[in-house]
Each structure stands twice: as structure tokens, then as C-alpha cells.
């Protein structure tokens, strides 16, 4: 089955379903995102050897695109796991891609910074990190965040990026649906205070993060622009 008729399936059953809460209520289309888990498209970009879909940010546009029509909610939650998952694919662990593919695991962003900087603190194979992230697409609704901070190890420049299991203790949401995403997307804060992650936790180099962002995740974002007039997601570090 191709992925627009798996697509096709879910927008006229789940996702239309979901769509009006999301849009009246502000409930978080959650019905929608698990359908479109198993129709495969939140492993639509996973590599095929791991069970997803092997496409590209062209099929990825398009899926967005079509879901935006029926319910913006869900296609601001998807926009914000395809661009996590851009960055997984270059740097994560396969166990957590294979969860994606099997439509068991939705990734979101946590990149910008409310007050001070998040910071790092490495000791042994263990991270602290500390921080408050706005506009966090799927607050308290995804599994994991892709979470921006200054470098774990001393003397290192720049930003790194960690993925953060959302179970991960006082790791929590302060209040719900307190940004300026659609109705129903869970645009929030997420904070750590603070959440404990292993080394390998880290994607990429230590203070590579920026790098990251501006080549992978911003790219992704721009591209997967919901519609014209939406609040653009930031990305600042």
C-alpha cells in the first residue's frame, strides 16, 4: 500500500474525527496521531531497514499538506516529529527509530530557550540537564524531545542536542496549551528541573547542535510549513 491511500484511510476516518475537538475544545488530536502511527506515516522518513517508510521531505510535505486540510493540529505535531526525526536519522539509535516506524513513538522539539540558557553537567556517562523550553509542540503528548543546551564538557563552544525521553522524572509541564500553535496541538512549556540523561543520549558532537539545527531541523521546518499565515515553530538556540 502506498503511503497516500495508508493516508487517505486515516484522514477520512481518525484524523477528520479529531480534527473538530482539536479545533472547538483544544483536545490534542490524539486518536489521529495513533492512526496515523499505524498507517506508517510517523515512520514515513525512517530507513526501510528498520521497518519505515524510506521517504524524503517531499513525501513528508505532502502528508503534512494533506493532513493541515482536516485537522491543523495533527499536521503541526507531525511537522514537529518529521524534523526530529530528520535528526535521529543522522544521529540516533536504531531502537528508537525502529519505535518510530512502528508507529509507536512520537518525537517533538524542544529547542527554545524560556529565560536562562538550559545547561549540561556531565559527570561519568551521566547528564544533568537543566532548563525551560516555550513553544514546545505535543507538551506532555510526546515521548521524547529533541532538547537544545550549552555543551556538556568544559571549554566546548556552541549548542548540543539530547533526546529526552518524556518519562524521564521531573521532566514536566507546567500548563497546557499556553503557545501560539492551532487549538488542540499542546504548544507549551516543557521543563527540566532537572532530568538526568545518559552520554549517549547525546545526537551528534558535543556543541554540534547548532549545526544540526540551522542544516537539518530548520530546513525541515520551513519546508513543512503547515500553511501561510502559521506562527513559525523557533528554533533559536
Not at 69 to 93: D, I, K, M, N, Q
Not at 153 to 174: F, I, Q, T
Not at 196 to 210: Q, T
Request: proline residues 7%.
Amino acid at each position: 500500500m502506498s503511503y497516500r491511500t495508508a493516508l487517505a484511510h486515516v484522514l477520512t476516518g481518525a484524523v477528520a474525527t479529531g480534527g473538530e475537538p482539536a479545533r472547538m475544545q483544544g483536545k490534542f488530536p490524539r486518536s489521529g496521531v495513533t492512526a496515523l502511527g499505524r498507517a506508517g506515516l510517523l515512520g514515513l522518513t525512517v530507513a526501510r531497514e528498520l521497518g519505515g517508510g524510506g521517504r524524503g521531505l517531499a513525501e513528508a510535505a505532502d502528508v503534512v499538506d494533506r493532513v493541515a486540510r482536516v485537522c491543523p493540529a495533527a499536521a503541526t505535531v507531525l511537522r514537529s516529529h518529521y524534523a526530529a526525526v530528520a535528526v535521529l536519522e543522522a544521529h540516533g539509535g536504531p531502537w528508537v527509530r525502529a519505535e518510530i516506524a512502528a508507529g509507536r513513538h512520537l518525537c517533538s522539539l524542544a529547542l527554545d530557550d524560556a529565560g536562562p540558557g538550559s545547561t549540561a553537567h556531565r559527570a561519568g556517562d551521566v547528564v544533568t540537564l537543566r532548563g525551560r523550553k516555550r513553544q514546545v509542540v505535543a507538551a506532555g503528548e510526546a515521548d521524547s524531545y529533541l532538547w537544545s543546551s550549552g555543551p556538556s564538557a568544559p571549554g566546548v563552544g556552541g549548542r548540543s542536542l539530547w533526546l529526552v525521553p518524556a518519562h524521564a522524572p521531573d521532566l514536566y509541564v507546567p500548563a497546557r496549551a499556553t503557545g501560539p500553535g492551532p487549538s488542540g496541538s499542546a504548544t507549551s512549556t516543557v521543563c527540566a528541573d532537572p532530568v538526568l540523561v545518559p552520554s549517549s543520549a547525546l545526537l551528534g558532537e558535543d556543541g554540534g547542535g547548532e549545526r544540526l539545527v540551522r542544516d537539518v531541523v530548520g530546513p525541515w521546518l520551513a519546508a513543512l510549513r503547515v500553511a501561510a499565515d502559521q506562527e513559525p515553530v523557533l528554533v533559536a538556540l
